[in-house]
């Protein structure tokens, strides 16, 4: 006799493609939401990620509660995220897809406050970012690039006129949407 827990309440097969139906759907709306850094997440953020993962998993499982079931989301999730991980490294298009590019925020000691607006970059933030890269103002600055993983980095001008390399830190940042 079959336990309950390990019996589907629906297919195999529908399981799966919900799965990668809400996975994508995930994906395309965390790529259209902008770079975030986890550890960074302001209490908004937390809030919104809590309430889309209880909202989906409904979407996700259908009617199934099973054990089974719940094997085989987890099974298709960590075979798509293997995926996309993988063609993200084997085809430069597809990085581009999943991943936003750098931005530059600065240049030559000047602030480009257009794409510090589109990038929710605050006057606050970027002084911040300047104090932990060791820099009293923007003038000190050659380029100012959030990277596609949120971090701000800071690329001072070459004060000492040696062409030597300063040290880089880079700051940790969490967009806001």
Not at 118 to 135: K, N, P, S, V
């Amino acid at each position: 006799m079959e336990s309950e827990a390990l019996k589907l309440g629906v297919s195999a097969a529908e399981l799966v493609i919900r799965c990668v139906v809400i996975y994508l759907a995930l994906l395309l709306g965390m790529r259209l939401f902008g770079k975030r850094e986890i550890g960074q997440f302001t209490l908004f953020d937390l809030v919104f990620v809590l309430l889309v993962a209880n909202a989906v998993q409904p979407a996700m499982t259908g009617p199934d509660n099973s054990i089974t079931g719940g094997v085989i989301i987890i099974a298709t999730l960590i075979l798509l995220n293997f995926v996309i991980s993988y063609l993200r490294v084997r085809f430069d298009f597809f990085a581009r897809l999943v991943s936003p590019a750098p931005v530059v925020l600065a240049r030559n000691g000047k602030l480009d406050k257009r794409e510090m607006r589109r990038q929710g970059i605050t006057d606050e933030e970027m002084d911040q970012a300047l104090r932990e890269h060791e820099l009293e103002n923007i003038g000190d600055t050659r380029l100012v690039i959030i990277e596609e993983d949120g971090s701000i980095s800071v690329i001072p001008k070459d004060r000492d006129g040696d062409g030597a390399a300063h040290r880089h830190r880079r700051r940790r940042f969490a967009r806001r949407g």
